[in-house]
């Protein structure tokens, strides 16, 4: 019988939840569990693939095409699991399964209501990615605090999986804060309990409270109050604190007794096999001794919210530390560059990076960044929207097609060298209409992909609608551009790199979705390695 375990949160948002849920995933995998993990978000969207990055962060795209939260970029890094389309549901996507059913009669005439139909929906998808997965268990995130109107059907449907799943397979953990007042010089309970008791009024009683705290807490009383009130076991609490390096998080939660807690009280007496984490350790270590730097600059639009590039982030940072060194991003608003701005603001890096990205906002800026790249030999890495740009700059600067454009930002462009798929000119819809999900690439020996891959044939994910126009192919080859990576039937250009230049790479596909605290991303491997070498060389 598979187990459940739910997390939920109280108090505030951004407690780490997430972080919570990838970091025990990890523990119990570590323990030869097979684990699932999905996350239920009770916004209406469908899906976050039309909000804006500052709405939401980035969208994490999975194989299978699912455009999701940007908290199973967390679950494939921590758990180290191909995560697929049954591990993000919203309300809007819940509501849109039940209309479509509505509409084709299969309710019978039956009035339908949140409960059971919208309830049966959102049940229906935490079973199915046990069984699509065949997990040992599964840990399902419902995202947003306890208390927003919109959470109410998930608890519910929570709540009636455990009546029909049992109990005793169903386990419930509630992640809340435990503030720190500088004035009284004391960390506080309440807030915890209050929200225990909202999660208790919908039915839901957790049977562990895992308290983030920003500092530790030195009082055990504060532990003691909390499952007194909350009606948990003592051991029950567990403190969660904030670290430095997000990777120790399932190490401090093994030591805190997370997992075995959980196997306690999910009454499994026996784990496949002990729990082993020498790897991560090793890669914690790693990252200790990483003691070079490098200054990378990533010029964006939606800089100002980080985590609207998390994933890029992170591999940014697994690629450092295979090269034994910590990368320090230099956040750069597209909108501020220009080619005379372009060496103040980028002359202190050894790296650019430009993102993927949607809209005509700031796309001067990023061709004049990658302009500067590939005049000062400095590694430039364009990723999606960043090779794009690559392919305008260099068709601008080197061909002199002063105009050249994708049709996106400049439709009657006289050199469209990006331009639509023709099987996409009439689409009308924005949500999910695009080029999503793993493709098959095929590399071409003697380039900077094959150095990164060391292999002919490879996947990675997409997420776009524009492509290179290959009416443009030829003018770039004469000029010294190559285009090393292909769909394998030629047709689709998906990476282009000049040689001769110390990096120079872009990819039309999104490389950071795969990357893992313990296995960088070759290409961002090779990246940060390039731009190490040219600090290296100038200092
Ligand atoms: N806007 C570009 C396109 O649709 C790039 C998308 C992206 O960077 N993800 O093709």
Redesign the pocket.
């Known amino acids: 019988m598979a187990k459940f375990i739910f997390v939920t949160g109280g108090v505030v948002s951004g407690l780490g939840k997430g972080i919570t849920a990838a970091s025990l995933g990890r523990l119990l995998k570590a323990r030869g569990f097979k684990v699932a993990a999905q996350k239920l978000d009770p916004y209406i969207n469908v899906d976050p693939g039309t909000m804006s990055p500052y709405q939401h962060g980035e969208v994490f795209v999975t194989n299978d095409g699912a455009e999701t939260d940007l908290d199973l970029g967390h679950y494939e890094r921590f758990i180290d699991e191909d995560l697929n389309r049954y591990s993000n549901l919203t309300t809007g996507k819940v509501y849109w399964n039940v209309l479509n059913k509505e509409r084709r009669g299969e309710y019978l005439g039956e009035t339908v209501q949140v409960i059971p139909h919208i309830t049966n929906e959102i049940k229906s998808f935490i079973y199915s990615v046990q069984e699509k997965t065949d997990a040992d268990i599964v840990i399902t995130e419902i995202g947003g605090t306890t208390g927003d109107i919109e959470s109410q059907p998930f608890l519910e449907a929570i709540r009636q999986v455990s009546c029909e799943a049992g109990r005793s397979n169903c386990l419930f953990i509630h992640v809340t804060l435990i503030p720190y007042l500088e004035s009284s010089g004391e960390h506080k309970s309440k807030p915890t309990q209050h929200s225990v008791k909202q999660l208790q009024s919908f039915g839901i009683m957790p049977d562990i409270i895992v308290a983030r705290c920003d500092r530790p807490v030195d009082d055990p009383s504060i532990f003691r109050k909390i499952a007194l009130f909350c009606n948990v076991k003592e051991d029950c609490v567990i403190e969660n604190l904030t670290l430095p390096v997000l990777y120790e998080a399932p190490i401090m939660l093994e030591e805190a007794g997370l997992a075995k807690i959980v196997l306690r009280e999910l009454g499994i007496e026996k784990a496949p096999q002990e729990c082993d984490l020498t790897e991560w350790k090793h890669m914690l270590d790693r990252i200790k001794n990483s003691r070079k730097t490098v200054k990378i600059s990533l010029v964006g639009k939606y800089v100002k919210l980080h985590d609207s590039y998390l994933s890029i982030v992170e591999s940014l940072h697994h690629a450092g530390w295979e090269n034994g060194a910590q990368v320090e991003i230099n956040w750069v608003d597209s909108e501020t560059i220009t080619p005379e701005t372009a060496p103040e603001i980028l002359g202190g890096s050894t790296g650019i990076i430009v993102p ?3 809209g005509i906002r700031g796309i001067e800026g990023m061709i004049a960044a990658a302009d500067y790249a590939r005049r000062n030999n400095i590694p430039y890495f364009g990723i ?2 960043g090779m ?1 740009i690559a392919a305008i700059a260099f068709a601008r600067g080197v061909l002199g097609y002063e105009d050249a454009n994708s049709t ?1 930002f400049a439709p009657d462009s006289k050199h469209p060298v990006i331009a639509l798929m023709e099987e996409q000119m009439d689409l009308a819809d924005m949500g999910g209409t ?1 080029r999503l999900g793993a493709y098959p690439c095929r590399i071409s020996p003697d380039t900077l992909m094959m150095k990164a891959y060391g292999k002919g044939l490879i996947e990675e994910r997409h ?4 492509e290179f126009n290959n009416k443009f192919r030829e003018v770039y080859m004469e000029h010294g551009a190559i285009f090393s990576g292909q769909s394998p039937d030629g047709t689709l250009v998906e990476a282009m790199e000049i040689p001769g230049h110390p990096f120079y790479l872009g990819v039309q596909y999104h490389p950071e979705f795969k990357s893992r605290p313990n296995r960088a991303h070759p290409i961002f491997r090779e990246f940060v390695k390039a731009a190490l070498e040219v600090k290296e060389k100038n200092s």
């Open positions: 993927g990205g949607f999606c929207l794009q996106e695009m997420r776009h609608r524009y």
